[in-house]
């Protein structure tokens, strides 16, 4: 079982809780939905990315919050990575 420490936070200008310096610098590894969010992050705080792993899960974003489908992509996509960086 896995055992870590996650904060979602979104790209967009009206997202509830906006990605910030202070998310980049806690975070070990990003993990984006699409192109356009890493891009956003690149164009934003491409600095303290230089030493971040950032993956692309390449899943649209056009889910709603806590769709029970996206749970489960975004669980499958991921998992994917962990067992990779353990």
Do not use: C
Request: cysteine-free; proline content about 1%.
């Amino acid at each position: 079982m896995y055992d870590y420490d996650v904060k979602s936070a979104g790209t967009e200008k009206g997202a509830r809780i906006k990605i910030s310096q202070g998310h980049i610098g806690w975070a070990d590894i990003i993990f984006v939905m699409e192109k356009k969010h890493l891009q956003r992050l690149k164009d934003n705080f491409s600095i303290m990315l230089s030493d971040k792993k950032v993956i692309n899960l390449d899943i649209p974003d056009d889910y709603g919050f806590m769709d029970e489908d996206l749970i489960d992509i975004l669980k499958a996509r991921v998992s994917d990575y962990l067992d990779i960086l353990e």
